[in-house]
């Protein structure tokens, strides 16, 4: 079965950068576009970044363009999330997701805090 497992999450300063990593398994991971979402306290969980299988296309949320990179080693089957210039306002738990026949698959979330 799908299994997606996140890490790299932590407490980090304003300005300061955290890189997350997402471990998948039970799927032919090199198919499938990968997403990663965001959810902050009393809000919808929201699209930050997503990268083609092949790794030759991303794209971004507006907040976060410019600041975030999104990439993955096939090899691996991981995807990672490069975050910088980090804003309080990035504080979530940040989830790995991939969707397949229409059914989405999410990891157990990774903890970001942004404070001084």
């Known amino acids: 079965q799908v299994q997606l497992v996140e890490s790299g999450g932590g407490l980090v300063q304003p300005g300061g950068s955290l890189r997350l990593a997402c471990a998948a398994s039970?799927?032919?991971?090199?198919?499938?576009?990968m997403r990663w979402y965001r959810q902050a306290p009393g809000k919808e969980r929201e699209l930050v970044a997503g990268?083609?299988?092949?790794?030759?296309?991303?794209n971004y949320a507006d907040s976060v363009k410019g600041r975030f990179t999104i990439s993955r080693d096939n090899t691996k089957n991981t995807v990672y999330l490069q975050m910088n210039s980090l804003k309080p306002e990035d504080t979530a738990v940040y989830y790995c997701?991939?969707?397949?026949?229409?059914?989405?698959?999410w990891g157990q979330g990774t903890q970001v805090t942004v404070s001084s």
């Open positions: 997701n991939v969707r397949i026949l229409q059914r989405n698959s």
């Open positions: 039970g799927f032919t991971f090199s198919t499938y576009i």
């Open positions: 990268i083609a299988g092949t790794g030759d296309s991303t």
